[in-house]
């Protein structure tokens, strides 16, 4: 086992902007080279009429995520969406989720990002 994947193996990992591109492949990444991760946390909001877990389940869909569900079929159980919303205060995580969040995440990639070119800086 590569020294990498070793390095992640028990590991859980907190990921913002799993739903956007460098989310996608960063989770892909992951669950591929490091198949020994313990879990992938992902913040996700509902957006455009989809709830949390139907936008969860559409992006597993994904042709990105092929080569993973042949080699693992159960990888989806490895994902683990926390409903929030970056743009609110505490990101809108709820206190349970604060607190397991607080407690077992090992690793923390920011990927969120605004595709909005004309918002206000604060």
């Given at each position: 086992?590569?020294?990498?994947s070793k390095w992640y ?114």
């Amino acid at each position: 086992m590569a020294s990498i994947s070793k390095w992640y193996a028990g590991k859980n990992v907190l990921i913002t902007g799993a739903t956007g591109f460098m989310g996608k492949v960063l989770m892909e990444k992951l669950l591929r080279s490091c198949p020994d991760v313990k879990a992938l946390y992902i913040l996700v909001r509902p957006k455009a009429g989809q709830s949390m877990s139907e936008r969860v389940r559409d992006m597993m869909k994904c042709k990105l995520f092929d080569r993973v569900r042949e080699d693992n079929p159960d990888f989806h159980q490895k994902i683990i969406p926390i409903g929030s919303e970056l743009t609110q205060p505490g990101l809108a995580i709820s206190p349970e989720d604060v607190q397991t969040l607080t407690s077992c995440i090992n690793i923390v990639f920011h990927c969120a990002a605004t595709i909005r070119f004309d918002e206000p800086l604060k």
